[in-house]
């Protein structure tokens, strides 16, 4: 029987673009990225900006914000930078002015208050919507070594999946992978403690 040492070498051909996911390997460190699914929601030579899909936020979104009729949608955490600021995905397209494409059907921000309205008036349904805190973000050149590194597979996205997206939403994402990365659910996430 052949051994296969190197199932932590990605071997994914995907480049990261705008709208894209990324998984992170299963020992990449920190409390951010680690077991983190991202989608990218911008990528350029200036560098890269994307929301974590996965990191429920400890407080709830009525506790932070009053929405519209009673409305109180899970919070994730979107990464380390700008934790102090409120972020959203969508899938409403043109009816919130200033969303930015992102793919698909797959927007990012907006007008706020329209937002609000849209949710209040039954206009938008809550699982058209996905809010965080913080983002991620990559200067130039940073995310393209890191995936030199091995630390990210690159994947297309389903924007059905991203907005359905939870905390299992990385296991979730290497089962999709599939071949040698479906292993990397049966590693530890602390090796030492073995």
Known sequence: MKIDYDF???KGKLAPQKGRIMISEPFLPG????RSTVLLVEYSAS???GFIL????????NEILVMPNGYAP????GGPVSGDNLFFIHTLGEHIEGSLHINGELYWGGDFEALKFSLATGLARPDQVKFFVGYSGWSPGQ??????????LVLDADPQLIMKSD??????SVKKAGGHYETW?????DPTSN
Not at 31 to 34: A, I, L, T, V
Not at 74 to 77: H, K, Y
Not at 143 to 149: G, S
């Open 8 to 10: 932590f070498k990605i």
């Open 54 to 61: 996965n990191k429920p936020f400890e407080t709830k979104m």
């Open 31 to 34: 409390n951010f990225f680690s």
């Open 185 to 189: 659910k049966n590693f530890p996430e």
């Open 47 to 49: 560098g890269a900006v």
């Open 143 to 152: 995310l393209d070594n890191e995936i030199a590194e091995n630390s990210w």
């Open 74 to 77: 899970e919070l994730f955490v």
């Open 167 to 172: 905390k299992n939403f990385w296991l979730e």
